[in-house]
């Protein structure tokens, strides 16, 4: 059974930092498209960051690019997301996604797997 399990979130002041991790378990995802998408209250889900297989490339929402960074340890079977200078359209629950199928991807269409989500709020 795949479980993508999320944590680092948690209440932040604006201009902050916050790291999230999402580890696997049940399969390896090495050579897998991972990636983090949020959800604010009355939005609906969207994209955030998506890292290919090997991490030779990262994608970012123009809303975030610049102040996150997306990394993964296939060794650990995880994924992260720093967040730096949070504001508080940050707010959301944060996903971490992963493809069972594709190197590179970008869209949630592509993701076959998704963890429980984890709470980022930021404080002004």
């Known amino acids: 059974q795949v479980q993508l399990v999320e944590s680092g979130g948690g209440l932040v002041q604006a201009g902050g930092s916050l790291r999230l991790a999402c580890a696997a378990s049940?399969?390896?995802?090495?050579?897998?498209?991972m990636g983090w998408f949020r959800q604010a209250p009355g939005k609906e889900r969207e994209f955030v960051a998506t890292i290919t297989g090997t991490g030779s490339s990262t994608y970012y929402s123009d809303s975030v690019k610049g102040r996150f960074t997306i990394s993964r340890d296939n060794a650990k079977n995880t994924v992260y997301l720093q967040m730096n200078s949070l504001t508080p359209e940050d707010t959301a629950v944060y996903y971490c996604a992963a493809s069972g199928r594709y190197y590179n991807a970008v869209t949630p269409a592509l993701m076959d797997y998704w963890g429980q989500g984890t709470q980022v709020t930021v404080s002004s």
């Open positions: 049940g399969r390896t995802f090495s050579g897998r498209a």
